[in-house]
């Protein structure tokens, strides 16, 4: 068996948007029922071993502007031994919406940077970026849901190259889900694009595990 990158005694914790969040802040306390749960579930049966101790900090409607703002509350206070960021998809979405608040490409560069540095300046801890996903095929070039595909890619950039900069391990979330596209329709996974159901979260925890792995 693979070694694991987590130790036992250590912590990780998630922040992130909706994805991460499901539910973690009412019935489904503490760590919601999507993929962070299962994770820590993969983990828990793979490495009885290792006691790990699991935080979910994510808040559904995040920006990464938003985590800029609870940073230092809800992660920098914690002081974690492993850090999981996955943020971008509403970002993407208030840049096609304009307005206030709006968080283009530029500006989601810039702010996950600084968030990554204040975490590297002040805990040093390693990290975890997994890259915004759409689960859709649309490439009409006529609707909502293709605009978003084509804009996606910018937003993926960023946390790749975040990942470079910073020695991250990054989980390619978009590319999974594609592939799984070849094979099975979008309903396999989730009820609209942006929100798995538990077959989605599985993939998505599957692919942090693996991110951790080896």
Request: glycine share 8%; charged share 25%.
């Amino acid at each position: 068996m693979s070694d694991f990158a987590i130790q036992d005694g250590q912590t990780i914790l998630f922040i992130g948007d909706s994805i991460t969040d499901c539910g973690r802040r009412g019935t489904e306390a503490p760590l919601g029922n999507g993929y962070v749960r299962l994770f820590s579930e993969l983990a828990t049966v793979r490495y009885p071993d290792r006691t790990i101790r699991y935080i979910n900090k994510g808040i559904g409607g995040n920006r990464v502007t938003d985590l800029k703002e609870l940073w230092q509350d809800d992660v920098i206070v914690l002081k974690p031994d492993w850090l999981s960021v996955k943020i971008g998809i509403n970002d993407l979405h208030s840049h096609l919406r304009g307005g206030d608040g709006a968080v283009d490409p530029a500006l989601f560069e810039r702010t996950y940077d600084f968030i990554l540095s204040e975490t590297k300046r002040l805990i040093g801890c390693p990290v975890v970026l997994i890259d915004p996903f759409y689960i859709s095929r649309d490439r009409t070039g006529q609707t909502h849901r293709s605009a978003v595909l084509d804009l996606l890619p910018r937003y993926i950039e960023v946390v790749h190259r975040m990942s470079e900069r910073y020695g991250a391990r990054l989980v390619k979330t978009h590319d999974r889900f594609q592939r799984h596209l070849q094979y099975r329709d979008a309903d396999t996974f989730c009820p609209e694009p942006v929100h798995p159901h538990h077959t989605g979260h599985l993939v998505i925890a599957e692919a942090v595990f693996e991110a951790l792995t080896g």
